[in-house]
């Protein structure tokens, strides 16, 4: 299994192989950022960590197995931010991870949504900089499973292959990443239920970035359009206009 197609479905839709359409990425995307939005985003003043220990964090991960909440959406104030990064290309200013989880974590959304021949992946799209700003403006409970999920997967590279996550090759990392959604859809264990977490900012971190929505998914709203043409690969061709490949 190639990465970017860990576990029970596509990580990045619009990386499955058959399954490239745009309007059905977009549908996709909307009924899941739809039921984050209903979902409580209630937050406690003043309640991120400045110091977690790893045995808390782990704890906290543990104790979710098998039910991934649905993401809060991050604020205008928190989306301005992230426009911000993405049009000045500029070093992170992180809030909430510390350096090394940031680069665990660019490892991991990096293996979720890799660049491919159509677009750059979700390293490039600044996707770790999104979970920063979203887990800066969220409880201190969904810090620590992040935290913890960091943790327990630095321990199982480092139990596997004796190097920090952030430091393994690709075949190594994709090893990992297959062991850990396997269960996607019902997680049996610690990192099972952190991966599908992961998966799930990463998918929404993607597909809100300027890379996501004008470079993969091809959107081109608030354009005046004179014609409207419909796919060329109905008719056997490579599409100019989406962008898709006739297979």
Known sequence: MPLGTFGNCPVGVARAPGDTNVDLMLSKLIAARTSAHDASMEKA???QPSHLSRRAALKAIGAGIGTVAALPWLSDEGMLAFVRIQETNAAPQLKVLSPTQFATLEVLVDAIIPTDER???AKQARVVDYI???LSESDRQLTLEWFGGVAALDAEAMSRFRAPFSRLGAGQ????LQTISRNERTPQTPL???FVMAKQATVYAYYTSNIGIHQDLRYKGNVFIKEFVGCQTVDGKDCQYCGQKHL
């Open 173 to 176: 990392v994709d090893a990992i």
């Open 132 to 134: 920063d700003l979203l």
């Open 45 to 47: 003043a003043g309640s």
């Open 119 to 121: 677009s750059p992946g």
């Open 192 to 194: 099972e239920t952190f």
